[in-house]
C-alpha cells in the first residue's frame, strides 16, 4: 500500500442500497442504473504519482521546482607567465570576454549567482562580461574552481542558495570541460552537444537547464540548451 487510496468512482463502490422500506434494490436494476453512467478513463483510476521534483519524506512533491539554470564558462585567452594564478587576459581575451558578455546579456541569460575562480585570468573575464551586462552582478570567488577538479566543481555549485535561479562558473579545463560532457541527460542540443565534445575552448560557455534543485546536481541531472564561443 502507498497510503494513497485511489479515487474509485462512485459505481465501483460496493453498498447495499436500499428503498425507503430498508428492503435491498434489485441487482438487475443497479447494472441498469449503472450503465448510463459515464465511466471515467483509465488513468482516473491510477493513484497520484510524484514528480521528479523536490520529494518530501513520503517521496511525493511538497513543492514545485522553479527552472533553473547553469552557465559554465572557461575564461578568455590568457598569457602565459611563470605563475599560473597570475596569468593575465591577452588583448585578445580582452575582447573575447567582452563578447561573451554581449551574447549573455542579448540571450537573456544573465544569472544572478556567479562563482569565479581566483585565478587572475578568470577574475578579468568575469570584470569584462560584468561591464557588457545592464544588470551587475558582483562575483564569488571560490577557491575550488582553480582546484580544476569535476569534483570541486559540483561542490561549489550545490551550496548555491535556493533562492538562486541562474548560476555561472567561471573556471579552468579541464574541469569545466568534463563537467559539461558530463552533466546532459541525453536530451540536449545535438549541435550543442557536439560543441561540447569538440572541447571547450577560451571564452566558451554550456548553458544548461536544470529540473533538480542546484544541491542535488550530478552528472546526468541536466539538460544542455546551448553551446556557444562568442568571441570566435
Do not use: Y
Request: proline share 10%.
Amino acid at each position: 500500500m502507498t497510503g494513497i487510496e485511489p479515487a474509485w468512482p462512485a459505481w465501483k463502490v460496493s453498498r447495499a442500497p436500499t428503498g425507503g422500506s430498508g428492503a435491498r434494490v434489485d441487482p438487475r436494476r443497479r447494472r441498469v442504473e449503472d450503465a448510463g453512467r459515464p465511466r471515467p478513463a483509465p488513468e482516473a483510476l491510477a493513484p497520484a504519482l510524484c514528480r521528479p521534483a523536490e520529494q518530501g519524506a513520503d517521496g511525493c512533491q511538497t513543492r514545485p521546482v522553479q527552472p533553473r539554470r547553469l552557465l559554465l564558462i572557461r575564461h578568455a585567452k590568457a598569457a602565459g607567465g611563470p605563475v599560473d594564478r597570475e596569468r593575465p587576459l591577452t588583448a585578445d581575451g580582452v575582447r573575447q570576454a567582452a563578447a561573451l558578455g554581449a551574447w549573455l546579456e542579448h540571450a537573456g541569460l544573465v544569472p544572478d549567482r556567479v562563482l569565479v575562480s581566483p585565478a587572475r585570468r578568470a577574475v578579468q573575464t568575469w570584470e569584462q562580461v560584468g561591464a557588457a551586462l545592464s544588470t551587475g552582478v558582483q562575483p564569488i570567488g571560490d577557491a575550488r574552481i582553480h582546484d580544476n577538479t569535476v569534483d570541486a566543481l559540483l561542490a561549489a555549485i550545490r551550496e548555491t542558495p535556493e533562492d538562486a535561479l541562474s548560476v555561472a562558473v567561471v573556471g579552468h579545463n579541464p574541469s569545466i570541460g568534463e563537467l559539461a560532457g558530463v552533466l546532459d541527460d541525453g536530451r540536449g542540443d545535438p549541435v550543442a552537444r557536439r560543441g561540447v565534445e569538440s572541447g571547450v575552448p577560451a571564452a566558451g560557455v554550456a548553458v544548461f537547464d536544470l529540473a533538480v534543485p542546484f544541491a542535488a546536481v550530478a552528472p546526468g541531472v541536466a539538460t544542455l540548451r546551448n553551446f556557444r564561443v562568442p568571441g570566435d
